[in-house]
């Protein structure tokens, strides 16, 4: 399973070009819970224009397709580098030293690996889609407004692209570790354990708190 991770950051070049990515990272995460929220808006649309005037909205269904690569990859990247997919962290959070980073290691290389063919084949999938000679620059199209599709098949190997990016990042931090045998590497999720998860949370309670009662105590809020 996936715990709560930190990531470290310095002055060097790994680390520069770790938050450097994750700015693009973010931006396209942003993207992704955009396309989430507009298709909440578009449901709400389509509901209405259903109940009140008899017509859903044209091509609802259309639209969600288009949306679906954007809210299912615009993201992958931002929780890879949070360590936030699916993994085993209890096998791999009993490792220390050369052999966690080793492992760590070996398992990014595996994925990149999976991304790079995934990226093969995703942009082979779009330019069968993209045409400059045909309409709207399109060989196919939805089924009921014909909207197309190559739009939404490009997301698949760019979101890829910038994952493949990430990958190769931590296995340049990897690397460094396995070299010098740090227990703290920069730009790479390091697995927290209970206690640390634990404290974090409390910290967070308490700096609320303290908000509140900064919030409480100006003149402001007393007149």
Do not use: C
Not at 27 to 36: D, M, P
Not at 118 to 134: M, P
């Amino acid at each position: 399973m996936a715990g709560a991770s930190s990531i470290l950051a310095n002055d060097s070049l790994v680390s520069r070009l770790d938050r450097g990515l994750f700015r693009v990272e973010g931006w396209l995460a942003l993207v992704s819970g955009l396309a989430v929220f507009s298709l909440m808006l578009l449901a709400v649309v389509s509901v209405g224009g259903r109940n009140f005037f008899g017509q859903p909205l044209p091509g609802y269904v259309d639209w969600i397709e288009q949306a679906m690569p954007l809210i299912a990859l615009s993201g992958i990247a931002f929780v890879q580098r949070l360590g936030g997919h699916i993994r085993m962290d209890i096998v791999v959070g009993m490792l220390k030293g050369r052999a966690l980073w080793i492992t760590e290691f070996v398992t990014t290389s595996l994925v990149l690996l999976l991304v790079l063919v995934l990226i093969y084949g995703s942009w082979a999938h779009f330019q069968r889609s993209f045409d400059f000679a045909a309409p709207l620059w399109s060989r196919d199209s939805s089924i009921d407004i014909a909207l197309p599709l190559w739009p939404a098949k490009l997301v698949v190997p760019v979101a890829l692209f910038i994952l493949g990016l990430r990958l190769i990042l931590q296995l340049w931090a990897y690397g460094r570790a396995i070299a010098s045998g740090t227990s703290a590497p920069v730009a790479v999720p390091l697995i927290e354990d209970a206690a640390t998860q634990a404290s974090r949370e409390a910290e967070s309670v308490h700096d609320v708190r303290v908000d509140d009662e900064t919030v409480r105590d100006t003149p402001m809020s007393r007149d």
